[in-house]
């Protein structure tokens, strides 16, 4: 089942942070999209049944993007 959540997270200034972030989700196993824009806006979109919010949540932080 396909879910699907607006996130705001903090790190994004710049283009090259975009770019950043979608390399930090690339090749994540069950993440079907996600966009981001200059506002710190994520849309995640995900097969719940091969990934969770908290495990796409966990990897952006890895890469210095929070939650806020």
Known sequence: MTQS???QVSGIRC???VGRLAGALQGH???E???ANLMG???LEWDNERTNR????E???KAGFRPV
Request: contains cysteine.
């Open 59 to 61: 990897r952006l932080a």
């Open 54 to 57: 908290e495990a796409i949540v």
């Open 29 to 31: 196993e069950g993440l």
């Open 5 to 7: 959540e607006t996130i």
């Open 33 to 35: 999209q996600a966009t």
């Open 41 to 43: 806006q994520v849309h």
């Open 15 to 17: 283009a090259d942070c």
